[in-house]
């Protein structure tokens, strides 16, 4: 597989994550905003972690990548 192809493939799963991303933290958001969260709070739970930790990795990989940050 050729440089072009490979690069093509990462920009497209970096956009493909971040669009699932967006999408978690808005259904997040709605769902907090509705008070879904004081009926389901394992559900809370569940996606405050995810949402927590996928931020986590993502500051944690820009850090490493970019020292200017």
């Known amino acids: 597989m050729n440089q ?3 690069m093509t493939l990462l920009l ?4 493909i994550g971040f669009v699932g991303y967006c ?6 958001i709605q769902d907090y905003s509705t008070g879904f969260y004081r ?3 394992l559900e809370a739970t ?3 972690s995810a949402l ?8 944690r990989f820009l850090k490493s990548k970019m020292p200017f940050l």
């Open 4 to 6: 072009q192809v490979r």
């Open 12 to 15: 497209l799963a970096s956009t």
């Open 23 to 28: 999408a978690a933290l808005i259904d997040w």
């Open 39 to 41: 009926r389901a709070w």
């Open 46 to 48: 569940l996606e405050t």
């Open 52 to 59: 927590v930790i996928y931020s986590y990795a993502g500051i």
